[in-house]
């Protein structure tokens, strides 16, 4: 099999067009079955194969800085680079990376996750470069929607100002980015991205200029020509007037015109963009033919999670109380929106990928009497984190977010780890902070949250399995729940699904005479008095939580216990904080990184006992 000769991409160079195109076909399989198997991007990978083929036989990684936006298209690239025969432990710990990995290669220069960042590190490396007189090429591959970015058209702007080097790859796999088709546009396609022409038509236009009287009018009238046909026929318009060069639409499964244009764009001085149309899911019929399900990652709202249990409640929501929308940053199917957009059509507001527009339009939003509902993964709302405290918390706006995939989430790597919502969120004044540790929990705090009007409201959940509990082991509002009492001995406080393991450590405690009172504190800020109270009258306090351990909802439970001591000339309990330590933490299924980090029942078991015994 050719792909598994592929050691790294100079095996690309001499091969033929038949071999190529069969090269294409075995990855595009290798990449079916593995994400098929543990999960992935599936159909962004599908529609770049022939593109990164073609990248990687102009130019020449690592020499050359090839970056992509985002990361997750970057399957074929591994294999290209010396890593299909490891292709098959995908995302699976010890295993590939779902994103490029500095660890992995030499040929990954960032590791991205994060959409709309890669032309700011264009920039800057082409910048680098330049300063040391090293004549090396920077390609930058942007698509997927990174360009609903802000961040993005910041980068873009710097680079057409400062002229850099940089060749942009646009993999427009949508449809917003494609111009009209004709013979008249390929013509000019062909006209625009020859240098040699283009040298020639500059040429004629400072000869022109230079003509007394007649010449400045030729000028201005070539230029204007050319003005008039760019706007009628392709997208130069926008990117030329930052400053950059347009190339474009390319097929972006045609290798041979990809080659074509990327060495033609190699020529010229100064940035370029190189605009290629892809299909996503490409020569895999479910990815073709279903434009939701497999366009972002495979693995979808099951029934039965708190993501399924929040699709649910946001359509009960719609129905009693029109003033709800619900906004979504580019992700209306993995955050559970698709019914609701189902059933209420435009009040499901999808901004792109664009978190801090999301925030600060979701506080209009509620200053105009709406009811906005921010659905967002944990490690994107940290992008916006400014807006959520200076243009929602200062405004004290009654804005919701639904906040998915908090804590430990496993296969995605250190970058979607939600790890630090509950440090950031419960720094922002008048912010309160929920954490469901069941699904009923998250039915009730979704249903309580619309009637807290006086600021915003938090309420995170875990990408894992949710449970199930009975209407007695439900809270109401912003008060406490205790689980389990005992002896005043040791209190165990579980944040959200931790509460669980807390249950089953004090089972196991039990079995060796230590009995344990156990809390779910429910709202993490502000935290609830009665449970503050009781939790004094104990010797221990071991808090559990999957965020970090520093400045979240344990160290708050510790400086509010202290707090009330000195207040009231008594001493304090010991309080012991369990919880995530501030690192990078690998891919991995989640309940093996909590095991190793010590937050499972046998590892709070063994803290208490080596405190207490």
């Not at 991409?9 to 195109?21: K, V």
């Not at 490409?282 to 990652?297: I, L, N, S």
């Not at 709406?370 to 490690?379: C, D, E, G, N």
Request: with cysteine; glycine share 12%.
């Amino acid at each position: 099999m050719q792909l598994d000769a592929i050691t790294g991409p100079d095996d690309l160079r001499e091969r033929s067009r038949e071999e190529l195109d069969d090269l294409c076909g075995q990855i595009r399989a290798r990449i079916i079955e593995a994400v098929t198997a543990r999960g992935g991007h599936l159909g962004s990978n599908l529609g770049a194969v022939e593109l990164t083929v073609a990248v990687h036989r102009i130019f020449h990684s690592p020499h050359d800085v090839i970056l992509w936006d985002t990361g997750h298209q970057a399957y074929v690239h591994k294999m290209l680079t010396g890593r299909a025969g490891d292709f098959d432990s995908l995302r699976t710990a010890g295993g590939l990376a779902g994103y490029p990995s500095r660890s992995e290669s030499a040929h990954d220069w960032i590791e991205n996750s994060h959409a709309s960042t890669v032309l700011s590190y264009a920039h800057g490396l082409a910048t680098a470069f330049e300063s040391s007189d090293t004549r090396r090429r920077v390609v930058a591959v942007v698509g997927d929607g990174a360009l609903t970015g802000g961040m993005a058209f910041e980068g873009l702007n710097n680079i057409g100002h400062s002229g850099r080097n940089v060749i942009i790859v646009l993999n427009d796999n949508g449809r917003s980015y494609a111009p009209t088709v004709s013979r008249l546009s390929e013509s000019l396609v062909r006209f625009r991205s020859n240098p040699k022409i283009m040298r020639r038509s500059d040429r004629l236009e400072q000869v022109a200029e230079r003509i007394p009287w007649v010449g400045d009018t030729l000028h201005r009238g070539m230029k204007m020509s050319k003005a008039a046909l760019r706007e009628l026929w392709d997208s130069a318009g926008f990117f030329e007037n930052l400053g950059v060069r347009y190339l474009g639409p390319f097929d972006g499964h045609d290798i041979a015109g990809l080659e074509e244009a990327l060495s033609n764009a190699a020529q010229f001085d100064g940035p370029v963009v190189v605009h290629v149309l892809t299909q996503k899911g490409r020569g895999y019929g479910p990815a073709e033919q279903d434009t939701v399900k497999h366009m972002h990652d495979v693995g979808k709202v099951k029934p039965g999670t708190y993501t399924g249990m929040f699709s649910d409640v946001m359509v009960k929501l719609g129905g009693l109380h029109p003033e709800v929308v619900a906004i979504t940053a580019a992700m209306p199917d993995s955050t559970g929106l698709l019914p609701f957009r189902e059933h209420f059509g435009d009040r499901c507001i999808d901004v792109g990928i664009a978190e801090q527009h999301a925030v600060t339009s979701a506080v209009g939003m509620a200053m105009g009497g709406l009811r906005p509902f921010f659905a967002v993964y944990s490690t994107f709302l940290s992008r916006a984190f400014d807006q959520v405290n200076l243009d929602c918390g200062m405004h004290q706006a009654p804005v919701v977010f639904c906040i998915d995939r908090a804590g430990i989430t496993g296969d995605d790597g250190p970058s979607h780890h939600g790890v630090l919502d509950m440090v950031l969120l419960t720094k922002v004044p008048g912010m309160v902070v929920l954490a469901p540790s069941s699904l009923q929990e998250l039915e009730r705090m979704m249903l309580d949250a619309i009637d807290i009007t006086g600021g915003p409201v938090a309420v995170r959940w875990p990408k894992t399995a949710a449970r199930s509990v009975g209407p007695d082991e439900v809270g109401s509002g912003l008060r406490a729940r205790k689980a389990r009492a005992a002896d005043g001995r040791l209190c165990l406080i579980g944040v959200g699904k931790m509460l669980e393991a807390c249950e089953q450590a004090a089972e196991l405690l039990a079995g060796d005479g230590v009995e344990a009172t156990v809390w779910d504190p429910r709202a993490v800020s502000p935290l609830c008095d009665r449970m503050l109270a009781d939790a004094a009258e104990h010797e221990l306090v071991v808090t559990v939580e999957d965020g970090l351990r520093t400045g979240g909802a344990g160290t708050a439970v510790r400086d509010a216990l202290l707090e009330r001591a000195e207040a009231a000339g008594q001493a304090a309990p010991r309080v012991r904080v369990l919880g995530v330590p501030l690192d990078y933490l690998p891919h991995g299924k989640p309940d093996a990184i909590l095991a190793d980090l010590g937050l499972d029942a046998a590892g709070i078991a063994a803290t208490v006992k080596q405190d207490l015994l």
